[in-house]
């Protein structure tokens, strides 16, 4: 049995946009470069919708099947550019949080041994991966470093009591 036109077209919507919103849960959680890739996908297959859609207004014909199939692959790119920065923003703020959770950890420490510890498995912290820290010669101030976004970082210093980004 065949499925109406209006029912087999939502099906094709839904398709691509849960592939859109894959695509882009998965490139949001890489870095700003493998964004910028996808923008620049999606501004291409857009250009080739758009020129598509130009040829059949001048040849005065109705829609082709491939150009329809265009304009949902766009769509679903477009949508998965805006889930990506979505996703990395999301990212960005856990890192954030758990940075700034990290400060009064350190703090007690210090209170407690007099000096900051030398690295953050001594609070039994196992997130080297995602946070650089160090302190001084005599660990008496610290700073504690994340990227961003594969470009950008955010960095705390125990000196001044804030936080500074940077490329």
Do not use: C
Request: positive net charge; glycine residues 6%.
């Amino acid at each position: 049995m065949l499925l109406p036109h209006t029912m087999r077209t939502t099906i094709k919507l839904l398709a691509f946009f849960i592939a859109g919103l894959g695509i882009g849960l998965l490139i949001g959680r890489t870095d700003i470069f493998t964004i910028f890739y996808l923008i620049a996908a999606t501004g291409v297959v857009t250009l080739i919708y758009i020129i598509g859609k130009i040829a059949a207004l001048i040849a005065k014909s109705k829609n082709s099947i491939v150009t329809n199939y265009i304009g949902l692959i766009a769509l679903a790119l477009i949508f998965s550019t805006v889930t990506a920065f979505i996703t990395l923003h999301n990212i960005i703020e856990r890192k954030q949080k758990i940075a700034e959770e990290l400060i009064p950890k350190l703090e007690k420490y210090r209170q407690q041994n007099s000096v900051y510890p030398t690295s953050l498995n001594d609070l039994g912290i196992d997130n080297n991966d995602m946070f650089s820290y160090w302190t001084d010669s005599i660990r008496q101030t610290y700073s504690i470093r994340f990227i961003r976004d594969g470009w950008h970082f955010s960095q705390y210093d125990s000196k001044t009591k804030e936080w500074t980004s940077g490329d």
